[in-house]
T-cell receptor
Framework: QKEVEQDPGPLSVPEGAIVSLNCTYS??????FMWYRQYSRKGPELLMY????GNKEDGRFTAQVDKSSKYISLFIRDSQPSDSATYLC???????????FGKGTTLSVSS | DTAVSQTPKYLVTQMGNDKSIKCEQN?????MYWYKQDSKKFLKIMFS???????INETVPNRFSPKSPDKAHLNLHINSLELGDSAVYFC?????????????FGPGTRLLVL
């Protein structure tokens, strides 16, 4: 079993839809949870991070962590065509340096 | 201003050749990384350096050798290239390499081995 599991999709939604992206993980030592967005032929860029169970909101984006279930989610409200990208969840041990990534979910938002 | 830059952006070469990819960051960060992204977009850590010192060396063939001449640069040299080395290689940097700090990624180098 991989440390981080993420459904690669692809996921296609109409503009304005609510999108839910999810990852599960097996290593309870992970303390920091991040979502990176990667546009085609670009490097990943940090979208959001959390380090405790619960919700964190930033504009149209909400990151949710459930440590007891080892499950994290990213919700995108009022999705826009500009949200079309690959979304990668990433996790990190407290003392570690490297990010452990999921496989990424490719999202397409049509206008 | 480009925070993390990589050269070249594209690299097409024959099996058996030796090639290098360069990375530079102008963010003043202490920690730099090399990640490999395969054709299925799976991104995996290869190496991590903190202040020119190697701190992570994942299970990577020893044909891959990172070199950090100073803390702003982390280059990747690959000997005897193989077909399976074809991938996108991303350099990244972060302030210290600890905690929830953001890692900043370069634009990637697309390597194709023929």
């Amino acid at each position: 079993q991989k440390e981080v599991e993420q459904d690669p999709g692809p996921l296609s939604v109409p503009e304005g839809a609510i999108v839910s992206l999810n990852c599960t993980y097996s290593n309870s030592a992970f303390q920091y949870f991040m979502w990176y967005r990667q546009y085609s032929r670009k490097g990943p860029e940090l979208l959001m991070y959390t380090y405790s169970s619960g919700n964190k909101e930033d504009g149209r984006f909400t990151a949710q962590v459930d440590k007891s279930s080892k499950y994290i989610s990213l919700f995108i409200r009022d999705s826009q065509p500009s949200d079309s990208a690959t979304y990668l969840c990433a996790m990190k041990h407290q003392a570690g340096t490297a990010l452990i990534f999921g496989k990424g979910t490719t999202l397409s938002v049509s206008s | 201003d480009t925070a993390v830059s990589q050269t070249p952006k594209y690299l097409v070469t024959q099996m058996g050749n030796d090639k290098s990819i360069k990375c530079e960051q102008n963010l003043g960060h202490d920690t730099m990384y090399w990640y490999k992204q395969d054709s299925k977009k799976f991104l995996k850590i290869m190496f991590s350096y903190n202040n020119k010192e190697l701190i992570i060396n994942e299970t990577v063939p020893n044909r891959f050798s990172p070199k950090s001449p100073d803390k702003a640069h982390l280059n990747l040299h690959i000997n005897s290239l193989e077909l399976g080395d074809s991938a996108v290689y991303f350099c990244a940097s972060s302030p210290e390499g600890r905690g929830p700090e953001t890692q900043y990624f370069g634009p990637g180098t697309r390597l194709l081995v023929l």
